[in-house]
């Protein structure tokens, strides 16, 4: 029995395992066939993704043609259409123009460019957005209470990589079409001569005339953010070199000189002109800087100034072809002849020039804040923040944050200089540390229009070891020692209340993210916070907007903000002055003191109209936002300031006084260079007179004596001479005879 069933246990697990093995060989087969199915399912999309072999009875227009119809486009494939159109000489390029592959590339040019010309052709889409964007909409958007959901309308992060992506396939389209018109790269391929493009014809040069191109270049050359052109090499780079390669062709230069549209500017004599110097002031300034952080730099500022150069000669020769009156005037100076309907204008035109020229200097500045053991040095509200970071450890000048931060930082910075608002009406003025870029101080100026106009508000602001992952900090420093809160969003302890700066839960697209900068967070402070009504940013008041109670309390509110701008931003700024920005202050102040004085003198009679005597004990609910409100005393403070705008002295005393010696030297250099001009002409023309009167009595000795030789000589001898010697002549002159023959009688005995 014991063997019996040892036997059948023994089979039973034989069976056991030829069904196991049995299982896992089908396993294994099905396994082995699933993998075969799917090893040819990606074979087969491998094989239908990639392009197909070039066939070679294709020309090389069908291939490029092919390859720029690719959907998506690929960078390899780009590469080798590039060099296919390379490798043919400018007779074989014709064909690409016959078979339509240059029109069809225009085509998808215009289609990937990012301009605004594309969204000008929707006028609908237009509206909508203007109706979402209006001054209601967007009286509170992003400063701490407006209304609505806080659900994100757009993905930043999509938007921002759909953008790289159309600029990449851009620069891929454009590399080919400046190898057609030129070659690649293009700054090898300057040297050619106008006649060798004998492919340029008048069928390509129309194409490109009527294509995008034009507009394409005019929109981005229009940029004057460095930070924006830094981030953005490979595109600019390729559009400048298609400005080069249409400057290359005689019949295309006209294009680029003229302005394509009357709103447009000349490409080649206005923005590339200051495109290229854009580029390079701010990298002799903050070459230093970038070099040590980024070396394309170096490389593309020579790029630029090549090109630029290229296509500045271009134009400059294609203009003296044409007579002066049909040449482009890139800045004229029109003089008012008689006062007239536009004398305010003009006067308003020339205080903005004068103010934009006092203190366009000013607006970028460097000073000391950092002292001795790398600690601040000047009253700062990130004191304990900044010292904790010390850039110059080797820990942290070492690590690839700290880098990638400063990095970031002088981007910024190289590019604020361009484009910082300076105005009469609106201004801001940015110095930050020598050696230290994450530590800056802000002064802006209060809009017009406001009842912050006209006065000065200071801020500190610092970068943090996150940036530009986590935004700046900023604070308000105005604020009278702590009396006066200037709007709902400006704390009298110095918090601003902004969802660009995290102090708010705004809605996703509000916030800060790492593509935002430091000049979007001081014109949102500027054109969110001193805005006309800063009454309605208060929590809740603004369902009164548009009523006749909010209006009321709207008015009585900016006036108690007029009377703290004149005393704190205008009369504490001109009686104890940021050291940093004291020029500035003081400047500002002077060239503004007629508006300042108008504004004085209206806020103290809107007071008295508002708040007499009679009327002081019905008006209690006045919004006071100082300690210690009394009319009568604020009136004062207010006449204080208008006596001591009368008495201010200009701070420009002393660089007129300089400029009028400039100016007087100058003259009196000009009037001693005639002078010797003159004496030099005098002498020349005495020196030339004398020489023509010398040389007149020789011709006359001259000629006295040949008359009196003939007279004496025998008429025999001189006519053979005359004929055979010819040795007299018509002109005066005489000839000696070639014989021997002495005259019979000397002019003595005669």
Known sequence: MSAQSSSQRSSSTSKTRERRKSKSRRRCWFGCLWLSSKVSLIRSSSRFSRSPEPDESLTVADRVMGIINEKPLKMTHITRATRLVNEISFTDRKQFVDCGVIHQLLELIGETAISDFSTSSRPEENKRRARRNSSASLSHKGTGYGTGSTRSRWDIERTVEEKLIREEHLTWLLSILNSFMLGCPVLDHLKHKPEELVHMSET??????????????????????????????????????????????????????????????????????????????????????????????????????????????????????????QRIQTATHRRQSHPGVHSKMQEAKDEETIYKSKMQELQLQTAKFIGDFGKVAVPYAFKKEAKNINPFSPHLRDSNQECFRTKRIAKELASIANALPLNASNSIYVCYDEGRVDIIKVLISGPDDTPYANGLFEFDVFFPTGYPFSPPKCSFLTTGSGNVRFNPNLYNDGKICLSILGTWEGRPEEKWNPYCSLMQVLVSIQGLIFVKDPYFNEPGFERYQGTERGDEYSRKYNLQIEHATLNYAIREQLRKPSEHFKEVIEKHLWLKREKILKQANAWISNMKNDFGDEKMSKRKDVFAFETGFNPATQERVVRNLIDELQAMTSPFAKEEAEEAERVKKEQLELEEKKRKEAEEKADIERETRELEADFQRRRSSAALTGVTVIRTQPMGNFLENFHFNSNFSFSGDYIPPSNNNEPSTSSANI
């Open 204 to 325: 390509a040069i129309q194409l490109i005339a009527e294509s995008s191109i034009l507009s394409i270049l005019e929109y981005n050359l229009r940029n004057d953010s460095f930070f924006d052109v830094s981030e953005h090499l490979e595109i600019y780079q390729a559009l400048l070199e298609t400005a080069a390669c249409m400057a290359a062709a005689p019949e295309l230069v006209q294009f680029l000189v003229r302005p394509y549209t009357p709103n447009a500017k000349s490409i080649a004599k206005e923005l590339i002109p200051r495109f290229k110097d854009n580029i390079l002031a701010t990298q002799s300034r903050w070459g230093g800087t970038l070099e040590e952080t980024n070396f394309r730099m170096t490389e593309f500022a020579a790029k630029v100034s090549t090109l630029s150069d290229f296509v500045i000669d271009a134009a400059r020769v294609y203009e003296q072809t044409l007579p002066p009156e």
